[in-house]
C-alpha cells in the first residue's frame, strides 16, 4: 500500500507562514505528481498547487505569489510554503498523490488524512 502523512499545519495570524509537508511511503515504484488541496468548512474541496514529477507547477489564482510548491524527490516527499496567510486561507489542507505501486502498471490516486490550518487573530 500507499501513504501520504501531512504534517506542519496549525494556527497563524494574518500575514504569517506555514510550511506543510507530505511524505508518501510504502510500496511505491514511481510518483507522478503530488499536489495539495483544501477544503474549507461548508465548501468543497479545491486545488492549491499542483507538481510533476518534472517540476511543472500549478497554483490555483487566490494563492498564486503566495504559496510554493516543492518536493524532495529522494524522500518522496513534498512541500507547500504558505505566506502572508489570510483569513481566508483556513481550510483542511490534504495531500495528494499520483502514483505507481511496485508490481502495477497504472497510477492511482491517494489521498492523506489531511492537516488542519486556521489564520486567525
Given at each position: 500500500?500507499?501513504?501520504?502523512v501531512e504534517s506542519g499545519g496549525g494556527l497563524v ?84 498523490g499520483y502514483i505507481t505501486r511496485i508490481g502495477t ?17
Open positions: 500500500q500507499v501513504q501520504l495570524q494574518p500575514g504569517g507562514s506555514l510550511r506543510l509537508s507530505c511524505a508518501a511511503s510504502g510500496s511505491i515504484s514511481r510518483i507522478y505528481a503530488m499536489g495539495w488541496y483544501r477544503q474549507a468548512p461548508g465548501k468543497q474541496r479545491e486545488l492549491v498547487a499542483h507538481i510533476t514529477s518534472g517540476g511543472s507547477t500549478n497554483y490555483a489564482d487566490s494563492v498564486k505569489g503566495r504559496f510554493t510548491i516543492s518536493t524532495d524527490n529522494a524522500k518522496n516527499t513534498a512541500f507547500l510554503q504558505m505566506n502572508s496567510l489570510k483569513l481566508e486561507d483556513t481550510a483542511v489542507y490534504y495531500c495528494h502498471l497504472s497510477g492511482m490516486d491517494y489521498w492523506g488524512k489531511g492537516t488542519p490550518v486556521t489564520v486567525s487573530s
